[in-house]
């Protein structure tokens, strides 16, 4: 198996801007990396030009230390699954996965042996006879990763393989591809623009933002040490809440929202040390739902507050609970029992140990 | 009402057949029934064809309009295919430049290229060879139109997979794409080889040689040139087998033009 390496790659169309700036990405060897970002950021381009499908502008491509640039997509060793399965319509399933192999010139036998084992591995071997008109989108994804495992790459490539599927397919599928990963012990790559299938599937994550490598870290700690804003918002289901407003300059230390509606007494929370150096300064608060409980938690510093309800949602195992406050709402997640009155002001308790504060210009944490 | 309709639809579907069947009616008449307008032969017999193979050889230039056409046909596909398909997927200087003048060429009549064409046949002593009748014809704008179309409706995915599998330009154009367009191969084929197998001036002013002869050619000089001793019933005999081929081909073409269009798609 590889690693990767991405050194100050960086990607331009001719007489266009840089639609990748400057990323450099170590993929390492059996590691699942996720590239995650919203739409344009440049995801799926970066993936690309690991597949040899687009030129690298600038910087270096290395698969296993060798520099792979300027080497044509069949002979960088990887495998890449599509969005939209990109399986030859008028090709059997068989001849689908045998198609690589056959141009590779590997041996009658071998190229069975290896669809078989393939088609075993993923539970199509009654599906090797049919085209892929005549299969669900469910089982033609899977034919369009046998297709990818049959040539046994160095590196898999997933380009938001799930985004065509259905909800439920989609979450069984997501926990067969970790199952896979297990198996192959391969490295692998994987393009999505959903931060639940990053969160769920990779070892590590990368945030890309306009072609920007954001931040690239563990999903836990991605969650819970956002490098900026627009990481905090985009990791989490529900985003981030977050509260735009200034630091006191004088006196104790305090936060108040643009409108006034929120002042948060900062003086003895555990973000005080590091807040000092922006104090006068436009900050934004930032702090996750389940963060803000109706009974106090034990942390070292509490901000309380009653805020109206303007919607509920009953999740089952959970319950949102939507407050608007001058600078736009709130959500707090509560225990599913909790039954909310509308328009009854409700007492929230803010755990200011998990607050995060970003800098209003930069948006990065502080 | 419904009646009414289908009596229009049969009138009019009798008017396009009916010169059919009277074409072929009367190529199996006598000289003396011709002239009677009856969907029945009048005085049944084959001598007009058997006439026309004693008089000129129709079966050579059968052969040769079967060569020419196929020939021609073939490259057609083949470098029309190559060339919408670069038009269509390849990213260079000038492509859109390079489009819209084949798009041009298609306004130009036949006839405004026919001099230089004739002359260029010339220096190339290319006259009274199969060249003449086939390189003229290789390139076709339509085709290349046509290919180009549709190359530009399949998923670029697709061509990334086959690029990944290992596959080069050329393959991917058709083992790939080819076969996922045969409904346009087929549009492709038939006009081709329809306008081919019918084309009569070109010969006319390339070929002076019999034995290079087209049929369309053969039977126009056939026709006019005399040797029919000014028999209608020869004439139209020697007009049948030039449409005869031509009607089979489409007809087979036809059903396989129908079930493509039903099945064929991408789904992804």
Redesign the interface.
């Known amino acids: 198996m590889a690693e990767v390496k991405l050194v100050h790659v960086a990607k331009a169309y001719?007489n266009g801007p840089r639609v990748i700036r400057n990323a450099t990405i170590t993929v390492q060897d059996r590691e699942f990396l996720v590239l995650v970002g919203p739409s344009g950021c440049g995801k799926s381009t970066l993936l690309?030009m690991i597949?040899?499908?687009e030129d690298i502008t600038d910087g270096d491509l290395l698969i296993d230390g060798k520099r792979m640039n300027d080497v044509?997509?069949?002979d960088r060793d990887?495998?890449?699954v599509?969005?939209?399965?990109?399986?030859?319509?008028?090709m059997t399933v068989y001849e689908n996965m045998a198609?690589?192999l056959k141009?590779?010139g590997l041996p009658k036998d071998d190229i069975r042996q290896r669809v078989s084992r393939a088609a075993q591995l993923l539970e199509i071997d009654a599906l090797l006879d049919r085209k892929?008109?005549d299969m669900s989108g469910g089982q033609?994804q899977r034919v369009a990763i046998g297709?990818a495992i049959v040539r046994n790459p160095k590196v898999f490539l997933f380009d938001e393989p799930l985004s065509n599927l259905d909800a439920k397919l989609r979450v069984q599928t997501r926990i067969e591809l970790q199952k896979l990963h297990r198996e192959l012990n391969a490295t692998i790559i994987y393009v999505t623009h959903d931060q639940v299938e990053a969160m769920t599937l990779g070892d590590r994550i990368v945030v890309l933002r306009d072609g920007d490598v954001v931040q690239q870290d563990t999903p836990i700690n991605l969650y819970n040490q956002p490098a900026t804003q627009f990481v905090a918002g985009f990791i989490g289901t529900p985003p981030m809440n977050f509260v735009p407003g200034r630091l006191s300059e004088t006196g104790p230390l305090y936060f108040t929202s643009t409108g006034g509606q929120v002042q948060i007494d900062l003086s003895n929370s555990q973000p005080a040390a590091r807040l000092q150096a922006h104090r006068g300064k436009p900050v934004t608060f930032g702090i996750r739902a389940e963060h803000l409980s109706e009974q106090p938690p034990a942390a070292q510093s509490v901000h309380e507050q009653a805020l109206a309800v303007e919607a509920v949602e009953n999740m089952g195992n959970e319950t949102l609970v939507y407050c608007p406050i001058d600078t736009g709402q709130l959500i707090a997640r509560l225990p599913a029992g909790y039954v909310a009155s509308f328009g009854q002001p409700i007492r929230l308790f803010w755990n200011l140990d998990k607050a995060h504060f970003f800098d209003a210009q930069t948006g990065q944490a502080i | 009402m419904k009646l009414l309709r289908y009596a229009l639809l049969l009138l009019a579907a009798l008017s396009f057949i009916y010169p059919f069947v009277w074409m072929i009616s009367a190529s199996l008449s006598s000289e003396q029934g011709i002239g009677s307008l009856t969907l029945l032969p009048v005085g049944l017999t084959i001598s007009n064809y058997t006439t026309v193979f004693e008089r000129i050889p129709l079966g050579r230039a059968f052969l040769n309009s079967l060569f020419v056409a196929l020939v021609t046909t073939g490259l057609v596909l083949v470098l029309g295919a190559m060339v919408g398909y670069a038009l269509a997927r390849l990213r260079f200087r000038g492509r859109d430049l390079i489009f819209y003048l084949i798009i041009f060429t298609m306004t130009l009549p036949f006839q405004i290229t026919l001099i230089p064409n004739y002359i260029t046949m010339v220096k190339l002593g290319w006259v009274d060879t199969y060249f003449a009748l086939i390189v003229p014809f290789v390139m076709n704008s339509l085709a290349v139109l046509l290919f180009r179309q549709a190359f530009a409706s399949l998923p670029q995915a697709l061509i990334d997979a086959a690029r990944i599998d290992g596959c080069g330009e050329l393959r991917i154009i058709f083992q790939i794409l080819l076969p996922n367009i045969v409904p346009t191969v087929l549009t492709i084929t038939i006009l081709t080889f329809m306008g081919l197998w019918n084309e009569a001036l070109w010969p006319l002013i390339v070929i002076r040689d019999e034995s290079t002869m087209t049929m369309p050619q053969m039977v126009t000089l056939f026709s006019v040139g005399g040797r029919a001793d000014a028999q209608l019933g020869v004439k139209i005999a020697a007009a049948v087998m030039l449409a005869l081929p031509i009607l089979v081909v489409y007809l087979f073409f036809q059903k396989h033009f129908i079930r493509s269009m039903a099945s064929s798609g991408l789904k992804d």
Do not use: S, V
Not at chain 1, 82 to 90: E, G, I, K
């Open positions: 001719e690309r597949a040899g499908l044509p997509p069949k990887i495998a890449m599509f969005q939209n399965y990109a399986l030859y319509p008028h198609f690589g141009l590779a892929p008109k033609r297709r």
